[in-house]
């Protein structure tokens, strides 16, 4: 799957497109997000990334994330750069395009994906590097990261599964080699 999804940017389609999604991503992410508290942060910023690990692959997708989350970084910079948080952008990429890549979509796919991203990328990686950069408060912070993700998971959950249901009728090449 992952050499698959590696040849997948031999195609100038597969680029292009990356390229779009980029541009997508870096406007969605700063005109298409409701912060609610310091914790909950309800956003679309994400759906360009998904169409990409969805459409191209783990492989793909992780590269497009790493790449993006640097981009993203460089034209807005919010805080010290750290690379943990491009190796979890690029981790989220690889699990949701290992769960997704030519998979029909299915309710139980995308809770599964949504589910695994946010417990061992979201709060298990990302509460790691806080640490890493704070050096404590991993207790403290940990409850807040928890109940932000949890209230997260069934609204990123209905948010995936219409826009990969859309995408999966748009571009059904790409998705009907059921696995």
Known sequence: MFRQSLREFKSVKTVAICG???????????????KIGDYIRIGFSFTPNLIVDFLFGPAAGAVFGGVMDIVKYMLVPTGTFFPGFTLSAMVGAAIYGGILYRRRISWA?????????????NIGL????????????L?????????????ML??????????????????PRQTDAAV
């Open 139 to 151: 207790w403290a912070m940990l409850p807040g990261r928890i109940l932000s993700n949890a209230i």
């Open 109 to 121: 796919r995308i809770a599964l994906a949504q589910f695994l991203v946010k417990l061992f990328v």
């Open 126 to 137: 990302n509460s790691l590097w806080l640490l890493i950069l704070n050096g404590r408060g």
């Open 20 to 34: 779009m999604m980029g541009a997508l991503a870096i406007v969605l992410n700063y005109v298409a997000t409701i």
């Open 154 to 171: 069934p609204i990123d959950i209905v948010i995936s599964y219409g826009v990969l249901t859309l995408i999966a009728r748009l571009v």
